[in-house]
Each structure stands twice: as structure tokens, then as C-alpha cells.
Nanobody, 122 residues
Framework: HVQLVESGGGPVQPGESLRLSCAAS????????MAWFRQRPGKKREGVAK??????MATYSDSVKDRFRISVNGNTMYLQLGSLQDDDTGMYYC??????????????????WGRGTQVTVS
């Protein structure tokens, strides 16, 4: 079992940057697929980025491509948010899945979730 805790969210102005973190309280990420999701106001939760625990094969949604960067370091996953726009506002969640589940950026693949961290761009 994996416990995940997000941090780093907060209010930012358009054009600024923010770094989100997702820490595991126990266990390892080496055998996991890791991902960030977000839920924007009035919209369904959507995949943002995913990466293997070893840091390779990063993938991004079209909406954040070239602006966000996902990375891992030890038992912490990061999402660097750059050039933030007002429509990036939302609750950002980290998620983890055993590699046996596959690594598609869809909610159904991920059994482990953090509670989320709020990003507000205004």
C-alpha cells in the first residue's frame, strides 16, 4: 500500500511558475507508474502528466505540453508548472499504480491517490 501527500499548491499570478510535490510516506516508487491529474472548475478530472518511477518515458496532455514538467527523485514526484494561465486553476492530484496495471493516463489505472493540492491562478 502506498500513501501519497501533495504539497506546493497556492495562489499565483498568470505567467508565473509553481512546483508541486508528491511524497510517499512509505514504500518505493521504483516499481510504479506515477501521474498527476487535475480537476478544473466545472470539468471532470483529467490526466496531466505521467512518468515511470525511474524518471523515463514522461508523457503530457496536450493542454500542458511544453509548459509543465514531471520528474521523480527518490520517493518524491514533482510537477513544475510554468507559464501558468487562469484555466490551469484546479485541484491537482498525484496518483500511483503498480507497473502491472499499465501506465495509461486514465483514472482507472491508478489505485493510490493523494488528497490533492489547490492551484489558483488569478
Amino acid at each position: 500500500h502506498v500513501q501519497l501527500v501533495e504539497s506546493g499548491g497556492g495562489p499565483v499570478q498568470p505567467g508565473e511558475s509553481l512546483r508541486l510535490s508528491c511524497a510517499a510516506s512509505k514504500g518505493r516508487y521504483e516499481r510504479y507508474c506515477m501521474a498527476w491529474f487535475r480537476q478544473r472548475p466545472g470539468k471532470k478530472r483529467e490526466g496531466v502528466a505521467k512518468i515511470t518511477a525511474l524518471g523515463d518515458m514522461a508523457t503530457y496532455s496536450d493542454s500542458v505540453k511544453d509548459r509543465f514538467r514531471i520528474s521523480v527523485n527518490g520517493n518524491t514526484m514533482y510537477l513544475q508548472l510554468g507559464s501558468l494561465q487562469d484555466d490551469d486553476t484546479g485541484m491537482y492530484y498525484c496518483a500511483a499504480a503498480p507497473v502491472g496495471n499499465g501506465c495509461g493516463l486514465v483514472e482507472e489505472y491508478f489505485p493510490y491517490w493523494g488528497r490533492g493540492t489547490q492551484v489558483t491562478v488569478s
